[in-house]
């Protein structure tokens, strides 16, 4: 028997004495085979001892190409268990009997439609030649008319992993067919060419990737590219404009899975089977041979069934078997074991048991621990916790805070488990520096004009002034500082209109003033205009920054404590008050590298424009929130902006409304004052040092 054939049947042991037993059991055999070929139909006449009581259960396999026959209670009575055939498609025949079974299996070339018809004691099995199927998947059709070229292969390693094969084309309209032969992946580029330094053996084992080799050469007009990967994996391939590239993924293995592949649903090769009324052991034993797993049926196992599937993926077909029988399986590596669910379920209950009885009663032993990051506290009260403890009830733990160990005391199934919990927990945690910028700016305006007019007659007082002076020091020198005085004494007194600048905390205005007097300097009009324009701006920048771990909140503070008095029925005391510049933030770095944080920023002074007996006023500024940013990205987190004008004017009803000399008797004042508030957050995650020197 060959070695595919022993591979699809199973282990056969052939003996003459079992022979023998075998056929006294069979109450029918198949007696000749005669094959011959009509009108491109392959014909193949099977008499048998006995009349068939109906079409014999039937099953395919696509690859390699087969047709079996199964016939129950019959005996091979042909003296042979081989047969070469030769027509058409059918290359051969294969006849194994086991017990009193007896398995038909032709060997095709490629896979036939065939239908089989009982006729008395003669089973005509009709084969014909299905359309033939292209053995590649063609990804793209090519233009035959223009000529194709590869201009440049280049190898990846994708972000999963994954090996990524880049092929520039020298136009989009390239046919491409790809196909799976064993372990190795085919890409054809059908009729283009390739250019020599392109003809290569590429090894990228370095690039860590389940593709090992990579080759590329001419085959005929076509350019043969071959990918050779390594365990279990999986291919995609696309194509934008020129350049094509194709996927090789790594698949991890379940061992739960009957079939390994990272897509959801069933990815078991497709087979038809066609039973009626069979033994279920029997129709397991078919999925068995057919996927070379090594299945282990229980003796429960039980009963008949009657189905018909179509190019149905065979780990399907096994899930609709045993869900028909209500059985369930367990894998374990190559082996299946199936059950019925409540055996199963029986099965696994008990071995539970036993382990938690072995548990009970296994002698336990301390193993230390020692911390290096975490505190050995913290991590005794997670191992340690009573809702969800990771420790038998038999365990124990103790804490050395001042060498920062911990001894466990269990189990070694437990202290396996501590083990594993503990490698999670005590690593370093990442840091993060988070900088805040607080802006304030401030633009003033302000223009004011204010106006003085005043007339007064002061001739007799004056003249007794002057007679004085005669009498004290007649000279030219007194005379003249005594018409000063009374000059200044009557200026300074003789305001009739008085709108000068007022409220003014920017700074003294500017005044022009001129006096007119006549000869005996004893009537005075004086004029007076005062005028201010102040234009100011200002920005105050507050830069607190401050460096905490992952998830650890940080508080940095900077600024004065103002007192006040504050009365009980005790007595007076003196109480504080902080004014001051405060950056409290609480980190968390995500998994992508960004860093959500909560923030509460706080920026008080006092202002000593407000001081009274009652205290100072505090200027305030605050913001609370919580921002995800990049890192290394900033972020504004909130922003006042406010902005105060005013326009007054002060006048003499009739004589302020009128042109040009109204200005005489009226006080313009003018300003714009704006203010902004901004706050800016910077976080930074402090990159871990590879090492130190």
């Known amino acids: 028997m060959s070695t595919s054939l022993r591979k699809f049947f199973g282990p056969v042991i052939f003996a003459f004495g079992l022979f023998a037993a ?21 014909i193949v006449r099977m008499g048998f001892k006995e009349p068939l009581a109906g079409a014999p259960g039937s099953f395919t396999v696509a690859s390699p190409a087969r047709i079996a026959f199964d016939f129950p209670g019959t005996a091979n009575g042909l003296g ?15 006849v194994v009997q086991v017990g009193d079974r007896t398995r038909v299996v032709f060997n095709l070339r490629s896979l036939m439609r065939y239908e089989a018809k009982v006729d008395g004691r003669t089973l005509l099995v009709t084969m014909t030649s299905s359309a033939p199927s292209a053995a590649a998947s063609r990804f793209a059709e090519g233009r035959p008319d223009i000529g194709h070229a590869l201009k440049d292969i280049s190898f990846r390693r994708g972000r999963q992993g994954e090996g990524r094969i880049m092929v520039d084309l020298s136009d989009a309209s390239t046919g491409i067919d790809i196909k799976q032969q064993g372990q190795q992946i085919i890409v054809d580029f059908l009729k283009a060419n390739i250019p020599d330094n392109l003809r290569r053996r590429l090894d990228v084992v370095d690039f860590g990737t389940p593709v090992q080799i990579v080759s590329t050469f001419p085959q005929g007009d076509n350019v043969r590219m071959v990918i050779e990967p390594k365990g279990l994996w999986e291919h995609n391939a696309y194509q934008t404009d020129t350049q094509f590239v194709l996927e090789v993924k790594a698949v991890a293995y379940d061992p739960n899975k009957l079939v390994q592949a990272s897509r959801a649903g069933y990815q078991g090769e497709k087979l038809s089977l066609n039973f009626q009324n ?33 190019d149905v993926p065979w780990d399907q077909a096994l899930d609709i078997i045993l869900q028909t029988r209500g059985l369930d399986m367990r894998k374990n590596g190559n082996v299946v074991w199936i059950a019925p669910r409540d055996e199963l379920a029986t099965k696994e209950k008990l071995s539970l048991e036993s382990k938690q009885q072995i548990t009970e009663l296994e002698a336990v032993r301390t193993e230390t621990f020692q911390l290096n990051y975490a505190k050995a506290a913290d991590v005794a009260r997670i191992v ?9 009830k038999r365990g124990s733990v103790v804490v050395d805070a001042r060498t920062n160990q911990m001894f466990v005391q269990d189990v070694s199934s437990r202290l396996e488990d501590v083990r594993k919990l503990v490698a999670k927990l005590d690593v370093s945690v990442r840091q993060v520096l988070i900088e805040a910028r607080i802006v304030e700016a401030n633009d003033t305006f302000a223009k004011s004009l204010g106006a003085r007019l005043g007339f007064n007659d002061a001739g007799i007082h004056n003249m007794a002034a002057l007679n004085t002076q005669f009498r004290t020091a007649p000279t030219l020198e007194s005379l003249t500082a005594a018409a000063a005085a009374g000059a200044g004494a009557a200026a300074g007194s003789a305001t009739n209109v008085n709108l000068p600048i007022s409220g003014s905390t920017t700074g003294s205005p500017g005044t022009f003033a001129i006096s007119l007097f006549n000869g005996m300097q004893t009537r005075f009009i004086n004029l007076e205009i005062q005028a201010l324009q102040n234009d100011g701006k200002g920005k105050i920048i507050s830069n607190p920054r401050v460096l905490t771990t992952n998830n650890v909140e940080a508080l940095i503070e900077s600024g004065t404590e103002i007192p006040y008095q504050t009365t009980s029925a005790s007595g007076t005391s003196t109480s504080f008050r902080k ?34 007996s009652a205290g100072i006023a505090i200027s305030t500024k605050h913001v609370k929130t919580e921002v995800l940013v990049e890192n290394g990205g900033t972020v504004v987190i909130g922003g006042i902006y406010t902005q105060t ?13 009128l042109p040009v000399i109204g200005n005489l008797f009226r006080s313009n004042t003018r300003s714009d004052t704006k203010a902004e508030l901004l706050v800016f957050i910077t976080p930074r995650i402090v990159q871990e040092q590879v090492g130190q020197r």
Do not use: C, W
Request: aromatic share 2%.
């Open 645 to 657: 004008t005013g326009d007054a004017t002060t006048k003499i009803p009739f004589f302020g409304d």
């Open 80 to 94: 042979r268990s081989s047969q070469e055939i030769g027509e058409g498609d059918l290359r051969s025949m294969n």
């Open 278 to 310: 069979i033994e279920v052991r029997s129709v397991l034993n078919v999925i068995a041979d057919f996927t070379d797993l090594n299945v282990i049926t229980s003796d429960s196992v039980q009963g008949n069934l009657t189905l018909r599937l179509k």
């Open 22 to 42: 075998q056929a006294a059991l069979a109450q029918n055999a198949i007696d000749s085979v005669n094959v011959t070929r009509q009108a491109g139909q392959v």
């Open 384 to 392: 340690s916790d009573g809702k969800q403890s990771i420790l038998s």
């Open 579 to 612: 004014a001051s510049l405060a950056l409290r933030v609480k980190p968390q770095i995500t998994p992508d590298g960004n860093v959500i944080m909560t923030l509460d920023v706080n920026k008080d002074a006092p202002d000593p424009t407000t001081a009274s």
